[in-house]
């Protein structure tokens, strides 16, 4: 923290994603909009498998915690950019700057990991059906879990301790809407080769090898689908795991593009798009996805309320 303080520059000021009033307004109506349907949805996710006994489930169990996720990382992010689209107040001190980087990298981490758990429980639910209560024990479960939160903290822990090394001692002005660490990196007047070395290896290790672990589990799946001879069956099985699919498809896709990528093909416009999407738009989607497409979550929402 002393390095940060022994620079001329003394905080930030986040640029947001417009200067036009009338688009600030529209924005801040739609992202406030989308955050109380994020905070529903993932609440309402989280409290209608608690209830119901009949979703006591690993599946269930690791959905609880996406929902948790989702809204922890939303929240990290949304509320300052409301409050920067609402206010003519853009800055935002280095503790408050670097604490929301920190925590947000901590959740989205921590997302990777879990949603490859979850690709697990999905493959071993089609391809050992008959195995899957002694497979997927409540110990696995929370290994599991456990797991996830580690590599949330490690990743973003290590990030943090890189990023203190960076002076910044020219332009203090963050072309983005909130504290991530490309348009930071990009601010800085040190060089960052080295931390930005050390993000990619790290953040695209997670990266890598949760996608590992989904491909594999669902290459497992879709061999194992094929194999089925009857339509109903397939169409079956296939069910089970699409929604989760989809979440991770929309999930990586655009963090792949924001992420693994060096510093000289950072793009406000595109970054900032991207940006949108997973850190406001998404965490409202996934309960969307989970609940909609899922007749269990159906009928536990008609079970929880008739009592």
């Known amino acids: 923290m002393s390095r940060w303080n022994s620079t001329i520059v003394l905080g930030f000021i986040l640029m947001g994603l ?41 599946m269930y169990f690791f959905l609880t915690h ?12 949304t509320p300052k950019t409301l409050e920067n689209l609402l206010t003519s107040t853009k800055s935002i001190s280095f503790l408050a700057c670097f604490t929301q980087m920190y925590f947000f990298i901590l959740f989205v981490a921590a997302e990777c990991f879990l949603l490859s758990s979850m690709a697990y429980d999905r ?23 456990t797991g996830s939160y580690v590599t949330g903290f490690v990743n973003s822990t290590v990030v943090a301790v890189s990023m203190n090394q960076l002076h910044f001692c020219n332009s203090n002005v963050i072309q983005h809407f909130f504290c991530d660490s490309s348009p930071i990196l990009a601010l800085s007047c040190s060089e960052t080769t080295e931390v ?6 790290f953040a695209g290790s997670t990266l890598v090898m949760s996608l590992i672990t989904i491909s594999g589990s669902y290459l497992s799946i879709l061999s194992t689908i094929l194999k089925i001879n009857s339509t109903a069956g397939k169409k079956k099985a296939f069910s089970t795991c699409a929604s989760h699919l989809l979440g991770v498809t929309i999930f990586y ?4 593009f924001t992420y693994l990528k060096p510093k000289t093909s950072y793009s406000l416009g595109r970054d900032q798009v991207a940006s949108v999407f997973y850190t406001i738009v998404i965490p409202m989607l996934n309960p969307l996805i989970y609940s909609l497409r899922n007749k269990e979550v159906k009928k536990a929402v008609l079970r929880v309320l008739q009592e």
């Open 18 to 58: 417009t200067n036009s009033a009338e688009t600030q307004l529209v924005l801040s109506m739609l992202f406030l909009l989308i955050y109380l349907i994020t905070v529903l949805g993932n609440m309402g996710m989280i409290l209608i498998i608690r209830l119901d006994p009949q979703l006591h489930t690993p």
């Open 123 to 145: 493959y071993v639910a089609i391809c050992s059906p008959l195995h899957y209560p002694v497979i997927m024990s409540t110990k696995l479960c929370h290994s599991l879990l």
């Open 253 to 256: 896709s655009t963090t792949i």
């Open 196 to 201: 930005e070395i050390v993000i990619f290896i």
């Open 66 to 77: 996406l929902s948790f996720l989702d809204l922890s990382y939303s929240s990290v992010i």
